[in-house]
């Protein structure tokens, strides 16, 4: 998870995101997997930029990705001081 290294979904995940949005998942949700199934784990941050969605968004978005048990998430101490930023994987590999 190098979160200084974020590039935008490349076109593969862009498909991806838009074959799971076909069958039912909401848009920015699918956004939110495609963007994690590009690695093992991924910040809000890293998604965010991945994926082009706003805090907001990805907050929703992880909501319904949590009940639907599509995802797991835990949190990791920031280096310093600060709030601990929370970390989120596919419970289920894509791949």
């Given at each position: 998870?190098?979160?200084?290294?974020?590039?935008e979904?490349?076109?593969?995940?862009?498909?991806?995101?838009?074959i799971?949005?076909?069958?039912g998942v909401q848009?920015?949700a699918?956004?939110v997997?495609a963007s994690?199934?590009?690695?093992?784990?991924?910040?809000?941050?890293?998604?965010e930029r991945?994926?082009?969605l706003?805090?907001?968004e990805?907050?929703?978005?992880?909501?319904?990705?949590?009940?639907?048990?599509?995802?797991?998430?835990?949190?990791?101490?920031?280096?310093?001081?600060?709030?601990?930023?929370?970390?989120?994987?596919?419970?289920?590999?894509?791949?």
């Amino acid at each position: 998870m190098e979160e200084n290294t974020v590039v935008e979904l490349d076109d593969d995940h862009v498909e991806f995101a838009s074959i799971l949005h076909g069958l039912g998942v909401q848009r920015n949700a699918a956004k939110v997997i495609a963007s994690i199934a590009g690695g093992n784990e991924a910040t809000t941050r890293y998604i965010e930029r991945a994926a082009g969605l706003r805090q907001p968004e990805v907050s929703i978005a992880m909501r319904t990705l949590r009940h639907e048990n599509w995802i797991r998430d835990w949190e990791v101490k920031a280096e310093g001081k600060g709030r601990p930023h929370k970390v989120y994987a596919l419970t289920i590999p894509v791949g």
